[in-house]
């Protein structure tokens, strides 16, 4: 069973910066692609980064381009989201996710249990 876990949410004032990190473990090998996508209150969960199993591959939102960087840790079962110039736009509960492929809709295999992210003064 894979599990995945993320961790450093929290809550940062607007144009502030935060790093979530993910950590996946029970996959059979190191070859899988990491996602972020992220639900606000009444909305749809939406993609943010994506990030392909050696890190040769990311996508990201166009609401976040230039602002956020995905990137794996050298163990490479870790994956990172540096989140600058944050806005109260981002605030949302973000969650990681882990698949055969690095791809923008939701149809990864496995997910975390998600992290809240609040942007307020």
């Known amino acids: 069973q894979v599990h995945v876990v993320e961790s450093g949410g929290g809550l940062v004032q607007p144009g502030g910066s935060l790093r979530l990190s993910c950590a996946a473990s029970?996959?059979?090998?190191?070859?899988?692609?990491m996602g972020w996508f992220r639900q606000a209150p009444g909305k749809e969960r939406e993609f943010v980064a994506a990030?392909?199993?050696?890190?040769?591959?990311?996508y990201y939102a166009d609401s976040v381009e230039g602002r956020f960087t995905i990137s794996r840790g050298n163990a490479k079962n870790t994956v990172y989201l540096q989140m600058n110039s944050l806005s109260p736009e981002d605030a949302a509960v973000y969650y990681c996710?882990?698949?055969?492929?690095?791809?923008?809709?939701?149809?990864?295999?496995?997910w975390g249990q998600g992290t809240q992210v609040t942007v307020s003064s």
């Open positions: 996710a882990a698949g055969s492929r690095p791809i923008m809709t939701p149809d990864y295999d496995y």
């Open positions: 029970g996959w059979t090998s190191n070859n899988y692609a």
């Open positions: 990030i392909s199993w050696n890190g040769s591959i990311k």
